[in-house]
């Protein structure tokens, strides 16, 4: 299972089609969660903003991550059984206690 905002960031790859996607999704038997109910929400803001209170205490200045990380995050631990990604540590600092796939 992938959240909507996973399946929106393939189709903006600069390889990918809707078809391509599509089809990928369907020889793989992975599904879109299209909705996104309260309580993923709730966990996005709770880990977006202790990444807001960290970044501004350590005089980073101003959050730089993008909000969709964190929906991508709290989706990945409430609803799947693992995340796969290229930047882990960028998840595991939001979510300590999120299964990665590698």
Do not use: N
Not at 61 to 71: E, I
């Amino acid at each position: 299972m992938i959240s909507a905002p996973v399946y929106v960031e393939l189709l903006a790859h600069p390889a990918a089609s809707v078809a391509f996607v599509e089809g990928f999704l369907e020889r793989t038997r992975i599904v879109v969660d299209f909705v996104l109910d309260e309580t993923v929400w709730r966990e996005t803001g709770r880990s977006f903003a202790g990444y807001a209170q960290r970044q501004r205490a350590s005089g980073g200045g101003r959050p730089k991550r993008l909000l969709a990380d964190f929906l991508i995050g709290a989706h990945a631990v409430l609803r799947a059984d693992r995340l796969l990604t290229l930047d882990a540590s960028r998840y595991l600092e939001a979510f300590p206690g999120l299964r990665m796939m590698g």
